[in-house]
């Protein structure tokens, strides 16, 4: 599949050189981090790191402003076995997509995520990094669809498959959200839709022209 666009290229070769080298390296460095000090805020001051850079959009206004960009280092609030999986499957699906993709585009990707999600959450008051991995992962599953993981660390089993899972699980998130959870999502799969939307357009047309095929062949049996 042909992932270039040429508004991509130019940039790229304008500014590439500045492109932030493994992107994905450091979001998940920065989760790390503020994971463990969460573990040890909670036990000494009862408080935590993550509660001081969340989104907030009144503390936002109020002049905290680092909570516009540091929701991003916030880290799924689970277990330690579960943080150590995630944010080594983060970091796997952004170190393949910027290798695949190349830096710049990479950073364009992912920043242009966080970009919609900080407007979003000015507009609406909510915003969160969630939907925002969520987004990554089905960029993932579009640009390695055969790519195969261990579910639960036994079974093998297609990242695509996965992707019809969490795609479904949008989808009922979709329905049942709170309006700025609705918001939220939709700019999460903006992002998807604009960075691969000739692939959606090229899958459709050929899922079309396969299913005049068969008509046509249907046809010319009968005769």
């Given amino acids: 599949m042909n992932y270039n666009r040429s508004w991509l290229q130019k940039l790229d070769y304008k500014y590439g050189r500045k492109a932030i080298k493994n992107l994905m390296s450091i979001i998940v460095f920065g989760m790390a981090f ?29 002049g905290q402003i680092w909570r516009l960009i540091s929701f991003v280092f916030i880290p799924p609030n689970s277990s330690i076995l579960f943080i ?52 990554l992962f089905l960029a993932f599953a579009l640009l390695f669809p055969e790519f195969k993981i261990n579910l639960f660390f036994v079974l093998p089993i297609k990242v695509k498959y996965l992707a019809y899972l969490d795609a479904a699980y949008l989808f009922v998130l979709l329905l049942i959200n709170s309006w700025q959870g609705k918001v939220a999502l939709l700019v999460a799969l903006l992002n ?7 692939d959606f357009f090229d899958g459709t047309k050929r899922i079309i022209r396969k ?11 009968w005769r």
Avoid: P
């Fill in 84 to 135: 150590i999986l995630s944010l080594y499957f983060y970091w796997l699906m952004g170190s393949a997509m910027e290798n695949e993709w190349g830096s710049f585009k990479f950073d364009v990707f992912y920043l242009c995520g966080v970009l919609g999600s900080v407007l979003a959450g000015l507009i609406t008051g909510y915003a969160t990094n969630n939907y925002l991995n969520m987004s």
């Fill in 192 to 198: 998807i839709a604009i960075f691969f939307w000739r």
């Fill in 34 to 62: 503020v994971f463990l000090a969460d573990l040890v805020m909670s036990v000494q001051t009862g408080s935590t790191l993550s509660a001081m850079l969340v989104f907030d959009r009144d503390a936002i206004f109020a």
């Fill in 211 to 221: 299913i005049k095929w068969k008509r046509n062949s249907r046809k010319a049996g």
